[in-house]
């Protein structure tokens, strides 16, 4: 077994069509079909159910493409070292990221690395929460940022950033009218949520917000990204939800922002093994605390910006 079978496996095991994972791969789909079916004699199993109609993983092709991408990882991991230690750097600090960091936050934070350890390479990766706790366990990764309230055995969770909680809504709606939003007024109107195995963290903490209405509530759409979340809060498919420093950096004139009354919070967590951490780290995690925000910076009620989802 080959990498090159594996990048094959991966791009189809994702995309779940062979036509569509050619193109990603730019290449033709004969080849690639002899690909997978050379892998799938190699191995001896069946790694896709096909049909007419669709593909699809057999349980052999599920545990394979979690080792598949681990794998994958730790070779671009081997290169991107390797490059880096030629280009003069001294260290390195493998940082996975999960439901979603605010981009202004993330650039503050790499410009202070940049600055005050600029031989150390970072190498930045963007994953589910539950892709996150693997990689950190398995040493693919030395820390990560996410949301989730889950901690898992052998990782340690430290909340380093508490930011609103708002309601998102289309730029023009009758709940604008009050200051916040309460939650029993939420339950009137449909709501478009996201997926919880994309963005794990930011769930399990809404979930817990929402827990006094939960069977009140109407879920009008469940999506996989912020921008098709933004689309369809903009065209009046319902309400979403987002951490302010998210909405307000996106600037879109054609959804406003609410706080929940109460003063609702969502916390970022710093993840890492729960052993000694290295110096290189215990700066880095300085770092992030460092920039902060400021508890004490009011909500706002200006008609910011997007939606929900991996907050």
Known sequence: ???????????????????????????????????????????????????????????????????????????????????????????????????????????????????????VEIFLREL???????????????????????????LLAIPVWHDPLVVVLPARHQLLAHREIRLKEITGHPLVLCEPQVCEGFWQQLQLVLLPVASSLTVAERVPTLDLMIALVAAGYGLGFSSLPRITELNNPDIATRPLAGQSKLTTYLVRRDSGPSALLDRFTNRVKRIAPDPDEPFGNQPASSCTLDA
């Open 1 to 119: 077994m080959e990498l090159r079978h594996l990048r094959c496996f991966v791009a189809v095991a994702e995309e779940l069509h062979f036509a569509r994972a050619a193109e990603r791969l730019h290449m033709e789909q004969s080849p690639l079909s002899r690909t997978i079916k050379d892998l799938e004699y190699r191995l001896g199993v069946q790694l896709f159910e096909r049909t007419t109609r669709r593909t699809r993983l057999t349980w052999a092709g599920t545990v394979l493409l979690q080792e598949a991408r681990r794998v994958i990882a730790v070779v671009e991991q081997a290169k991107a070292s390797v490059k880096s230690a030629a280009a003069g750097s001294r260290g390195q600090l493998r940082v996975a990221l999960s439901d979603g960091v605010p981009q202004s936050r993330l650039a503050s934070l790499l410009a202070l690395c940049r600055e005050e350890d600029p031989d």
């Open 128 to 154: 589910p929460s539950a892709t996150q706790v693997r990689g950190l366990r398995d040493d693919l990764f030395d820390v990560g940022l996410a949301q989730t309230t889950n901690q898992a055995d052998g």
